[in-house]
């Protein structure tokens, strides 16, 4: 037979609220230095920030990467020659190696790693200003 | 993704002083939420393989920068949030334990919230029993505990317990810690009879 264990867990919760203004007896208890113990929780704190602060550059690399995919894209897909032509410049000039190669004939991941060596925000900025005509 | 992400960002802006404070009030949280539990056997050292106010902690942070718990942050602060997520782990325990079942999954807040809070937090009469042996034994030297004892099972809260006994919080406080002391030790000493 069980029982609700109102009354058990009231008088933790009770002691939780009594200690809490005054708690160094319970670190005490935890056998614990109140001191290092929040010291070291913090240096864990500070690692998950900074794993997760890198998390989230990665998905806005990577929300910037298809921004500057699909502009590219588009230049691509549209019948004006002549952007067609600044756009090869733009990257010529960032990227002197692609002389070599034909950026219609790039399959999209390797489009997407050349935008990515390219500085994927420059390249976003010069991209508007090639499709706002300069 | 875009509510992970804010979920992210409002973590990162938490200030290291404000993480202290947090952690601090969860740490007296989660010792006071184990204490009955530990004493009874539920969460010992042995079955999670650590310090258990300590294993408690860290994974409940863990989980909410890993994601695995989104922080409701316009429902609850995050210390509120982190007590919630430890208030599964610990239900979760309890039934690995008692189902000793190896796989099991760690509960959905939903599920959580729709569970019958019986199934949480049930103790067998015997545990009540000894608990209450506890407080008598523990109040019988002293008539102002003895008041408290008798608030205890009438009252929810300290608020209740000053109308009910007429003293000042500050000193009902003081009456609880004094009865925490001696009824952990009691019950820590008196172990054999906690099968």
Known sequence: MKIKANNIDKFFELSNEAFESDNESVYNDLGFSKD??????????????????????????????????????????????????????????????????????????????????LGVIDIIEDLEKLENGN | MDNDK????????????????????????????????????????????????????????GKLFSLEWKWQFEKYSLLEQLQRVVGSMISTNVKKLKTKKEDIILMEEDKLISMDKSEINDYDVEYYEIFKNALEECSKDDEDLQLYVMALDECISFDEMVTATGFEKKKLYVLQKKMTRRVTTYLETNKKLIK
């Open chain 1, 36 to 117: 290092e113990y929040l010291d070291n929780k913090l240096k864990m704190i500070k690692r998950l920030k900074l794993k997760s602060k890198a998390q989230l550059n990665k998905a806005k690399n990577e929300n910037l990467l298809e921004i500057a995919l699909h502009k590219v894209q588009n230049i691509l897909e549209s019948a004006n020659e002549t952007v067609k032509e600044e756009l090869e410049k733009l990257i010529l000039t960032r990227s002197p190696q692609f002389q070599f190669r034909n950026i219609e004939k790039l399959e999209e991941e390797d489009l997407k790693e050349l935008l990515s060596d």
């Open chain 2, 6 to 61: 804010e979920i992210l960002q409002h973590l990162n802006s938490i200030t290291d002083i404000e993480w202290m404070d947090v952690v601090d009030k969860l740490t007296i949280y989660v010792h006071f939420k184990l204490k009955g539990r530990t004493l009874f056997g539920a969460h010992s050292e042995q079955n999670l393989g650590g310090n258990p106010v300590d294993y408690y902690v860290d994974e409940a942070i």
